[in-house]
T-cell receptor, first 110, second 110 residues
Framework: EAQVTQNPRYLITVTGKKLTVTCSQN?????MSWYRQDPGLGLRQIYY???????DKGDVPEGYKVSRKEKRNFPLILESPSPNQTSLYFC?????????FGPGTRLLVL | GQQLNQSPQSMFIQEGEDVSMNCTSS?????WLWYKQDPGEGPVLLIA?????ELTSNGRLTAQFGITRKDSFLNISASIPSDVGIYFC??????????FGKGTHLIIQP
């Protein structure tokens, strides 16, 4: 089954404790991206990757890092999480303008 | 960055009614997309529009890409309970990711 998977689905952490949210796709897509969704703000792009070892900033990259060492994986790294990064995070992969979204990771930073 | 203005913010309708929502932008997009998000899930692509003026249907859904490439509307005919959710418009330009509207919450009263 073609899908985008994210782990964990839910995470509660404390300020400053590094965390990684994993994203994996099995559709051989070159393009992958991360979004955050906040009430009243819709979905905003954090980072995207056009291919292996090629990443670029989206609209709200501050406080986040990404890496793309393999085509199928695109982890999102929060080196020092802060409460304003409490949000619902979505990974997506696709080609051209067609993107498929994962199920989301709900993060709470205390 | 680019912004999409989506309206209405929310809709309360009776089952069986038709629904109409729209998005406008100050910028031109190559592609316009409509997504639906169910509670606890990631957005799912409903319709993609690639040409100015294009009118596309998917079952009870109809969407059009404005002639100026700066706007789009989505219509849902004869709404049913499973249409409940958040509908997002999104624009795509070049190699960047998607720019999303803030969403329209659709609530259907039986």
């Amino acid at each position: 089954e073609a899908q985008v998977t994210q782990n964990p689905r839910y995470l509660i952490t404390v300020t400053g404790k590094k965390l990684t949210v994993t994203c994996s796709q099995n559709m051989n897509h070159e393009y992958m991206s991360w979004y955050r969704q906040d009430p009243g703000l819709g979905l905003r792009q954090i980072y995207y990757s056009m291919n292996v070892e090629v990443t670029d900033k989206g609209d709200v990259p501050e406080g986040y890092k990404v890496s793309r060492k393999e085509k199928r994986n695109f982890p999102l790294i929060l080196e020092s999480p802060s409460p304003n990064q409490t949000s619902l995070y979505f990974c997506a992969s696709g080609f051209g303008s067609t993107q498929y979204f994962g199920p989301g990771t709900r993060l709470l930073v205390l | 960055g680019q912004q999409l203005n989506q309206s209405p913010q929310s809709m309360f309708i009776q089952e069986g009614e038709d629904v109409s929502m729209n998005c406008t932008s100050s910028s031109i997009f190559n592609t316009w997309l409509w997504y639906k998000q169910d509670p606890g899930e990631g957005p799912v692509l409903l319709i993609a529009l690639y040409k100015a003026g294009e009118l596309t249907s998917n079952g009870r859904l109809t969407a059009q890409f404005g002639i100026t490439r700066k706007d789009s509307f989505l219509n849902i005919s004869a709404s049913i309970p499973s249409d409940v959710g958040i509908y997002f418009c999104a624009g795509h330009w070049g190699a960047d990711g998607l720019t999303f509207g803030k969403g329209t919450h659709l609530i259907i009263q039986p």
